[in-house]
């Protein structure tokens, strides 16, 4: 039951941030490949852990043990260490199916239910902070991601973290 309505979840939000993504139009400079967002410790939910943990599991061996390692290597204390999901290469997340709700949101103007709105200031170049606000979405209102949660141990990890569990 948690799976389904976290991929219910993941849904709403992946709807709001397409809508959010639509609205900025060529505003939105960020794309496949853009990693800044990736750098530095991310606290993440239990919710998102265990989804991450999912996904690494639908990995072939090899490539799960690459990101482990990377997990093992990570240095929590580093303002830009680079995500352990993070494939340095081609800048893209070897877990994008899987990532948190942090990260689905992050960049263009997204709320998930009554969380404020962070915009990464690398995304809008040339657009003001009106046309920024006029591209903002909510997901969400319903409440699911907290009623999710609060079945779940309500402690903060991060991604290195619920990689090595």
Same mark, same amino acid.
């Given at each position: 039951?948690? #799976?389904e309505?976290?991929?219910?979840l993941?849904? /709403?939000?992946?709807?709001a941030?397409?809508?959010?993504v %639509? %609205?900025?139009?060529?505003?939105?400079?960020c794309?496949?490949g853009?990693?800044?967002?990736?750098?530095?410790?991310?606290e993440?939910?239990?919710l998102?852990?265990?989804?991450?943990?999912?996904g690494?599991?639908?990995?072939?061996?090899?490539?799960?043990?690459?990101i482990?390692?990377?997990?093992?290597?990570?240095?929590?204390?580093?303002?830009?260490a680079p995500?352990?999901?993070?494939?340095?290469?081609?800048?893209?997340?070897?877990?994008y199916?899987?990532r948190?709700?942090?990260?689905? #949101?992050?960049?263009p103007?997204?709320?998930?239910?009554d969380?404020? /709105?962070? #915009?990464?200031?690398?995304?809008?170049?040339?657009?003001?902070?009106?046309?920024?606000?006029?591209?903002? #979405?909510?997901?969400?209102?319903?409440?699911?991601?907290?009623a999710?949660?609060?079945g779940?141990?309500?402690?903060?990890?991060?991604?290195?973290e619920?990689l090595?569990?």
């Amino acid at each position: 039951m948690l #799976v389904e309505s976290d991929q219910q979840l993941v849904q /709403i939000v992946d709807a709001a941030l397409a809508e959010a993504v %639509r %609205r900025s139009g060529s505003w939105l400079e960020c794309g496949p490949g853009c990693s800044q967002c990736c750098l530095g410790p991310l606290e993440i939910t239990e919710l998102d852990a265990l989804r991450l943990i999912r996904g690494l599991a639908t990995l072939d061996g090899q490539h799960a043990a690459v990101i482990r390692s990377r997990a093992a290597a990570y240095r929590a204390e580093a303002e830009d260490a680079p995500c352990p999901a993070l494939d340095l290469e081609s800048g893209r997340c070897d877990l994008y199916e899987f990532r948190p709700i942090t990260c689905r #949101v992050f960049g263009p103007p997204v709320a998930v239910g009554d969380s404020g /709105i962070g #915009v990464c200031e690398l995304c809008y170049g040339e657009a003001t902070n009106d046309q920024i606000a006029s591209c903002a #979405v909510h997901a969400d209102d319903d409440g699911l991601e907290a009623a999710l949660l609060e079945g779940l141990p309500q402690r903060m990890t991060t991604v290195a973290e619920a990689l090595l569990r």
